[in-house]
């Protein structure tokens, strides 16, 4: 190295990264008498190149491996790609590409910059889910679930995407709009495949109460998510011109039936099929058709309704009809696709109450309001039961809904009932960039599962992208197959992406496993995964499937022992940056702005003003993001890693900062430097006394550290390393013991190496520090306070703080006391009555 004082990253760097390479150093070494750590991060999409949010996430995954290796456990860390999507699909039809040969580039590329960051990483267990085999079990798995019956077809109505022209499961339709293009999702009938979730509603809200490592805030999402409603089912008497005699409806409020001013039915309700022939019923119908299935969709909606001509009696009031409306906000999979009205107390009842003149009644009025009346808006809160005869008086909801059910049930017109909000989880997606579905139908129509043997189901090659609507159903060739002597042909839907991320942590365990998806005595050594970190925003998507693909292997299956898939879950926070616009309103990168004055300017145009907007999550739509891979060549892989640990904690966002960045790179440098005055001091063989004070340092920083990783405290050990650093800096200064210098520089050394892989490793490796390496123990003896605070009071109230030897007795303490300049307004010339002594605490002192 030309300059030994300085930290040249670029050439160290690239060394351990060879040599991590060549000596397979991070490829998992099994030694069943240890315990094992499974450490899983976010499962990435290859989209080009890595982003902060990765480097922050891996990061994160990276120090915990690594510092759970040092303890000796038996470490599985590692790496793949959920590689099937449409955006893979996307670019490909733009630029007449094969989607796989995008996707294996985009791979190629990420792969290298996780490289960079010194990951420990066994690259020799990486999957991808676009590889055959992997979708070849995935296939499997599916038949699998097919047989036990947790695999149907059915038609149904469904989020559709008007751009992507694809369905949408109900997750992935953020405010009304497609997760990926944004636009507007509509409502279209068709046949789908669904995975029975509902099935395991119960297990699965009841199975959030076992997490104990996981956020109270994700299982709060996911019992919402889930959503257990206790209620009735009860029929209401119809009356009018069609032969209906009942609708039955599901609710939560029968104690607000006093308040009923309506009843509203889906407008895929059996009853519409005595409407199909109107002609302002199909337009209605079609404006329906515009708004997607989720709740949330049709809350934003504008609430439409189509009056019909049948009346509907309330069961605790039959003199009363009121009128029955299809209703563009009823759900036609929830409650029996019919819901009472009571606009008193439910803001969406009010809105259409309001807008189609209905009646409004107040039925629960606030405990503290006797004369209570809804007027501008529903009053949902809890309450008192008012104009309800023999409900008057109790208290709402708690009383009022059990009694109300109780008096359904003696007029049996009503039962007691569960619901659950989550719904079967629709698989089919209508395009070729996926996993096949193992099914064809023969010339009748009938389902014909693909043969074990003949599995996997491949994608065609040099497919035709560029027609409208899938691709596969466009391709004769690939859709026509033989089975058991039959002309069949397959099914053209390929699975919905989320099935791909399910199960992949399963798969880590045997990745070489060609008979199965997982080898049995390998997944019952290394599952459950022991740490998951991931963003929040997989709180529900990707954490809720998971656990209902474990569920649905342990289905029926007595070898299959775990319905968990991931024990601890850590969720991380993003990193941000601010916005930045041009004067046309278009988003511009940190990289085409430029600070001149007071304000910032487009770099191309002095005098195009931008304007700076608030800081927010890196995004590419917003191109507030900054590139990781420039960052790395600019500072190294250490100070990005530093960098992204040290501004706050893991869990909250991070603010990117170019001098926060340069602050990191300069404390690499600058430990370089320290490093290299401690090897010297060593080599130099001072045989001073034994270094007490070091010793205590170095047993009370592992003991902080530890403490601070096992409670992902990742920022406060930074603050530990800036702490240390002006330590030994400091403690050169004195009378050394080369000895003890040498034995406590290894360990702290050691302690850092998770933050800082390649510069300790260079360090270790130039002190000829054994490579076989542990985590430092403590000794206790060093632990102990030799001095702690003592509280001083003056008739009770807190008047000093004196820093003094431990176990000091009163009389000693009290000496400390009277030289205090901080006292001396407080004791002098006045007589003391008594004096209280606490020990090792406190001394108050009445006078």
Same mark, same amino acid.
């Given at each position: 190295?030309?300059?030994? #004082?300085?930290?040249?990253?670029?050439?160290?760097?690239?060394?351990?990264?060879?040599?991590?390479?060549?000596?397979?150093?991070?490829?998992?070494?099994?030694?069943?008498?240890?315990?094992?750590?499974?450490?899983?991060?976010?499962?990435?999409?290859?989209?080009?190149?890595?982003?902060?949010?990765?480097?922050?996430?891996?990061?994160?995954?990276?120090?915990?491996?690594?510092?759970?290796?040092?303890?000796?456990?038996?470490?599985?860390?590692?790496?793949?790609?959920?590689?099937?999507?449409?955006?893979?699909? =996307?670019?490909?039809?733009?630029?007449?590409?094969?989607?796989?040969?995008?996707?294996?580039?985009?791979?190629?590329?990420?792969?290298?910059?996780?490289?960079?960051?010194?990951?420990?990483?066994?690259?020799?267990?990486?999957?991808?889910?676009?590889?055959?085999? +992997?979708?070849?079990?995935?296939?499997?798995?599916?038949?699998?679930?097919?047989?036990?019956?947790?695999?149907?077809?059915?038609?149904?109505?469904?989020?559709?995407?008007?751009?992507?022209?694809?369905?949408?499961?109900?997750?992935? %339709?953020?405010?009304?709009?497609?997760?990926?293009?944004?636009?507007?999702?509509?409502?279209?009938?068709?046949?789908?495949?669904?995975?029975?979730?509902?099935?395991?509603?119960?297990?699965?809200?009841?199975?959030?109460?076992?997490?104990?490592?996981?956020?109270?805030?994700?299982? %709060?999402?996911?019992?919402?998510?889930?959503?257990?409603?206790?209620?009735?089912?009860?029929?209401?008497?119809?009356?009018?011109?069609?032969?209906?005699?009942?609708?039955?409806?599901? $609710?939560?409020?029968?104690?607000?039936?006093?308040?009923?001013?309506?009843?509203?039915?889906?407008?895929?309700?059996?009853?519409?099929?005595? +409407?199909?022939?109107?002609?302002?019923?199909?337009?209605?119908?079609?404006?329906?058709?515009?708004?997607?299935?989720?709740?949330?969709?049709?809350?934003?909606?504008?609430?439409?309704?189509?009056?019909?001509?049948?009346?509907?009696?309330?069961?605790?009031?039959?003199?009363?009809?009121?009128?029955?409306?299809?209703?563009?906000?009823?759900?036609?999979?929830?409650?029996?696709?019919?819901?009472?009205?009571?606009?008193?107390?439910?803001?969406?009842?009010?809105?259409?109450?309001?807008?189609?003149?209905?009646?409004?009644?107040?039925?629960? *009025?606030?405990?503290?309001?006797?004369?209570?009346?809804?007027?501008?808006?529903?009053?949902?809160?809890?309450?008192?039961?008012?104009?309800?005869?023999?409900?008057?008086?109790?208290?709402?909801?708690?009383?009022?809904?059990?009694?109300?059910?109780?008096?359904?049930?003696?007029?049996?017109?009503?039962?007691?009932?569960?619901?659950?909000?989550?719904?079967?989880?629709?698989?089919?997606?209508?395009? &070729?960039?996926?996993?096949?579905?193992?099914?064809? +139908?023969?010339?009748?129509?009938?389902?014909?599962?693909?043969?074990?043997?003949?599995?996997?189901?491949?994608?065609?090659?040099?497919?035709?992208?560029?027609?409208?609507?899938?691709?596969?159903?466009?391709?004769?060739?690939?859709?026509? %197959?033989?089975?058991?002597?039959?002309?069949?042909?397959?099914?053209?839907?390929?699975?919905?992406? @989320?099935?791909?991320?399910?199960? !992949?942590?399963? *798969?880590?365990?045997?990745?070489? =496993?060609?008979?199965?998806?997982?080898?049995?005595?390998?997944?019952?050594?290394?599952?459950?995964?022991?740490?998951?970190?991931?963003?929040?925003?997989?709180?529900?998507?990707?954490?809720?499937?998971?656990?209902?693909?474990?569920?649905?292997?342990?289905?029926?299956?007595?070898?299959?022992? @775990?319905?968990?898939?991931?024990?601890?879950?850590?969720?991380?926070?993003?990193?941000?940056?601010?916005? &930045?616009?041009?004067?046309?309103?278009?988003?511009?990168?940190?990289?085409?702005?430029?600070?001149?004055?007071?304000?910032?300017?487009?770099?191309?145009?002095?005098?195009?003003?931008?304007?700076?907007?608030?800081?927010?999550?890196?995004?590419?739509?917003?191109?507030?993001?900054?590139?990781?891979?420039?960052?790395?060549?600019? !500072?190294?892989?250490?100070?990005?890693?530093?960098?992204?640990?040290?501004?706050?904690?893991?869990?909250?966002?991070?603010?990117?900062?170019?001098?926060?960045?340069?602050?990191?790179?300069?404390?690499?440098?600058?430990?370089?430097?320290?490093?290299?005055?401690?090897?010297?001091?060593?080599?130099?063989?001072? =045989?001073?006394?034994?270094?007490?004070?070091?010793?205590?340092? $170095?047993?009370?920083?592992?003991?902080?550290?530890?403490?601070?990783?096992?409670?992902?405290?990742?920022?406060?050990?930074?603050?530990?390393?800036?702490?240390?650093?002006? /330590?030994?800096?400091?403690?050169?200064?004195?009378?050394?013991?080369?000895?003890?210098?040498?034995?406590?520089?290894?360990?702290?050394?050691?302690?850092?190496?998770?933050?800082?892989?390649?510069?300790?490793?260079?360090?270790?490796?130039?002190? #000829?520090?054994?490579?076989?390496?542990?985590?430092?123990?403590?000794?206790?003896? &060093?632990?102990?306070? $030799?001095?702690?605070?003592?509280?001083?009071?003056?008739?009770?109230?807190?008047?000093?703080?004196?820093?003094?030897?431990?176990?000091?007795?009163?009389?000693?303490?009290?000496?400390? %006391?009277?030289?205090?300049?901080?006292?001396?307004?407080?004791?002098?010339?006045?007589?003391?009555?008594?004096?209280? /002594?606490?020990?090792?605490?406190?001394? #108050?002192?009445?006078?």
């Amino acid at each position: 190295m030309e300059n030994n #004082n300085r930290y040249n990253f670029k050439v160290i760097e690239n060394k351990w990264q060879k040599f991590w390479e060549k000596n397979k150093s991070f490829k998992t070494k099994i030694n069943k008498e240890k315990e094992k750590f499974y450490c899983l991060e976010m499962f990435p999409y290859p989209s080009g190149k890595i982003h902060m949010g990765h480097v922050r996430n891996y990061a994160i995954g990276d120090v915990l491996s690594r510092y759970k290796a040092l303890q000796g456990y038996n470490v599985l860390h590692p790496m793949g790609w959920d590689s099937f999507g449409l955006p893979a699909e =996307n670019a490909a039809k733009q630029n007449n590409l094969d989607p796989k040969d995008w996707t294996e580039k985009n791979i190629s590329v990420m792969k290298s910059q996780l490289k960079k960051l010194g990951l420990s990483i066994d690259w020799d267990r990486e999957i991808s889910t676009c590889n055959e085999d +992997y979708y070849k079990h995935q296939q499997l798995f599916f038949l699998e679930l097919y047989e036990k019956g947790l695999v149907y077809r059915k038609e149904n109505f469904v989020n559709w995407d008007p751009v992507d022209e694809t369905v949408l499961a109900n997750e992935q %339709v953020i405010d009304g709009k497609g997760w990926r293009s944004g636009a507007v999702v509509q409502r279209k009938k068709l046949n789908q495949w669904f995975f029975n979730i509902s099935k395991f509603s119960d297990d699965l809200l009841e199975g959030l109460n076992e997490l104990t490592n996981w956020p109270n805030k994700v299982k %709060v999402m996911q019992q919402n998510w889930i959503g257990k409603s206790f209620g009735c089912e009860l029929n209401f008497k119809i009356e009018g011109d069609l032969p209906v005699d009942e609708i039955k409806c599901f $609710t939560t409020r029968p104690d607000t039936l006093f308040g009923f001013s309506f009843l509203a039915i889906s407008p895929d309700h059996p009853i519409s099929k005595h +409407y199909e022939n109107d002609p302002d019923f199909i337009k209605f119908k079609d404006e329906c058709s515009k708004t997607g299935t989720t709740e949330e969709s049709l809350a934003m909606a504008e609430k439409i309704g189509f009056k019909t001509n049948l009346k509907a009696i309330n069961p605790f009031e039959e003199s009363e009809k009121v009128p029955v409306y299809f209703a563009n906000f009823v759900l036609m999979d929830y409650g029996f696709g019919a819901v009472f009205g009571c606009p008193g107390h439910d803001q969406r009842d009010f809105d259409f109450a309001k807008k189609y003149n209905l009646n409004i009644k107040t039925v629960v *009025r606030p405990k503290d309001q006797e004369n209570f009346e809804v007027k501008t808006e529903a009053f949902p809160g809890e309450g008192i039961i008012i104009n309800s005869e023999f409900l008057n008086g109790l208290k709402a909801p708690d009383q009022s809904v059990v009694k109300a059910i109780e008096i359904l049930e003696e007029r049996k017109i009503g039962t007691e009932k569960i619901n659950f909000r989550l719904k079967d989880w629709g698989v089919s997606r209508q395009r &070729y960039w996926g996993c096949p579905i193992p099914i064809a +139908y023969d010339e009748k129509g009938e389902i014909k599962t693909i043969p074990k043997d003949q599995l996997p189901v491949k994608l065609p090659k040099n497919i035709n992208l560029n027609c409208k609507g899938n691709p596969l159903d466009n391709d004769e060739n690939w859709k026509n %197959v033989n089975i058991d002597g039959k002309k069949c042909y397959r099914e053209t839907d390929t699975l919905d992406t @989320f099935v791909d991320s399910s199960w !992949y942590f399963l *798969r880590f365990c045997s990745p070489k =496993n060609d008979k199965y998806g997982f080898d049995l005595d390998e997944i019952n050594y290394w599952m459950p995964v022991d740490q998951y970190i991931g963003g929040v925003e997989h709180a529900i998507l990707h954490l809720l499937y998971s656990r209902f693909f474990m569920r649905s292997l342990a289905y029926n299956n007595d070898a299959f022992k @775990f319905k968990e898939p991931f024990e601890g879950l850590f969720t991380q926070g993003m990193v941000c940056h601010e916005t &930045y616009k041009d004067e046309n309103n278009n988003w511009l990168s940190p990289e085409e702005v430029e600070l001149s004055g007071k304000h910032y300017y487009v770099k191309t145009n002095s005098s195009s003003k931008v304007t700076v907007g608030p800081s927010e999550s890196m995004s590419k739509s917003k191109r507030n993001v900054i590139d990781p891979e420039n960052i790395i060549n600019n !500072y190294g892989a250490d100070a990005v890693r530093f960098f992204i640990l040290s501004d706050s904690p893991p869990e909250k966002d991070v603010q990117w900062s170019e001098q926060g960045m340069l602050s990191s790179y300069k404390f690499v440098q600058k430990f370089w430097g320290l490093h290299q005055k401690i090897k010297n001091k060593i080599e130099e063989k001072h =045989n001073g006394k034994e270094d007490i004070v070091l010793k205590k340092f $170095t047993n009370q920083l592992i003991s902080k550290i530890t403490h601070n990783l096992n409670n992902f405290s990742y920022n406060v050990i930074i603050a530990n390393m800036h702490e240390t650093y002006n /330590f030994l800096h400091k403690h050169l200064e004195t009378e050394l013991n080369s000895d003890d210098l040498s034995e406590c520089y290894k360990k702290i050394l050691i302690i850092f190496s998770p933050v800082l892989p390649h510069l300790i490793n260079e360090c270790l490796s130039e002190m #000829n520090y054994d490579k076989n390496n542990s985590w430092p123990k403590t000794e206790k003896k &060093y632990l102990e306070k $030799t001095n702690v605070d003592y509280v001083i009071q003056i008739n009770g109230k807190k008047r000093s703080l004196i820093n003094a030897e431990k176990d000091l007795k009163q009389e000693l303490l009290f000496e400390l %006391v009277k030289k205090d300049k901080l006292l001396d307004k407080y004791l002098k010339d006045i007589s003391i009555k008594k004096i209280i /002594f606490v020990k090792n605490r406190l001394m #108050n002192i009445l006078i």
